[in-house]
């Protein structure tokens, strides 16, 4: 399996209830880079739930610090794509 692929998609948190879309109704995501510690994270999580891939969410605090907070599997992917 490659784990050389990690993408981190970043998202307004709606807190006010009021989440940014773009044309077509799709919420507004930008890429951002990782870090060499969130790369690590991005390796390791699939590794550890035994999935070839999964997602992540993760929050970076004022000190650039990072901490996953939640794991998606890909059951849905298999559900629609079967």
């Given amino acids: 399996m ?3 692929f990690s993408l ?3 998202c307004r948190s709606p807190v006010d209830g009021f989440v940014e879309r773009v044309e ?3 919420e507004n995501r930008h890429e951002v880079v990782l870090s060499e510690e969130e790369k690590k994270f991005a390796e390791l999580i699939p590794t550890v739930f035994g999935q070839p891939f999964c997602g992540f969410d993760m929050l970076r605090d004022t000190r ?3 901490y996953v ?4 599997g890909y059951s849905m992917v298999k559900v629609y794509c079967s």
């Fill in 24 to 26: 077509g109704g799709f």
């Fill in 8 to 10: 981190l998609i970043c």
């Fill in 69 to 72: 907070i939640d794991v998606n």
């Fill in 64 to 66: 650039n610090v990072s």
């Fill in 2 to 4: 490659d784990l050389t």
